[in-house]
């Protein structure tokens, strides 16, 4: 997204809130433009539109951000934990013990690998499994999130380079304009 888009989408989102209009929207925009550059405009404009329909309240970078997530079909959206048990409840039937199941999703069959699959094949006790798995899964679909937060934070602040040169991933001569800024606020 662009500067102007960034505006168009601030002035619309302004609009449907009177405490809004009278205030100086270039602090947003600048905001805005460095949070949200990852998502598409139009996937924006319509995020911005269903938040606004159901707040009260001016629109933050994470309702629009989990909004954007929630319309956009390429984002991957993974099974809620409930849904991930009916996957393995699923396969246990299908697959049992002597096949191999089929999962949606690596986190599905993490998650019942942890466990074990002939284990929830042969368990006696089907609801602590759940409880079980459940837990672990859900735990594992957390940790997937942030870290995925985590790398789009480090890549719209302009840091990953950094990070990942400081972490020996990448070459340190790559980041020439970086350490030249680091040598110039060194000498001060």
Not at 26 to 46: C, N, R, S, T, Y
Not at 124 to 149: G, L, T, V
Not at 164 to 183: F, R
Request: charged share 30%; hydrophobic share 45%; aromatic share 8%.
């Amino acid at each position: 997204m662009n500067k102007k888009e960034v505006a168009a989408l601030v002035m619309l989102a302004s609009a449907s809130y009177p405490s809004m209009q009278q205030r100086d929207p270039q602090p947003i925009v600048a905001a805005w433009e460095m949070m949200l550059m990852d998502i598409p405009f139009e996937v924006a404009k319509a995020a911005i539109v269903r938040v606004c329909r159901s707040s009260n309240f001016f629109p933050s970078v994470a309702q629009v951000v989990e909004a954007a997530q929630d319309i956009d079909p390429r984002y991957e959206k993974l099974p809620t934990a409930a849904e991930a048990w009916e996957e393995v409840n699923k396969q246990i039937f299908d697959a049992g013990v002597y096949r191999a199941p089929s999962w949606s999703c690596e986190l599905v069959q993490r998650a019942a690998r942890a466990i074990g699959w002939v284990n929830l094949c042969m368990s006696e006790n089907p609801e602590a499994d759940r409880a079980h798995f459940m837990r672990i899964y859900e735990s594992m679909r957390s940790k997937n999130h942030q870290n995925k937060e985590n790398e789009k934070a480090l890549e719209l602040s302009g840091m990953s380079e950094i990070i990942k040169a400081l972490a020996g991933k990448m070459d340190v001569k790559q980041l020439d304009e970086p350490k030249k800024e680091i040598e110039w606020r060194r000498k001060e």
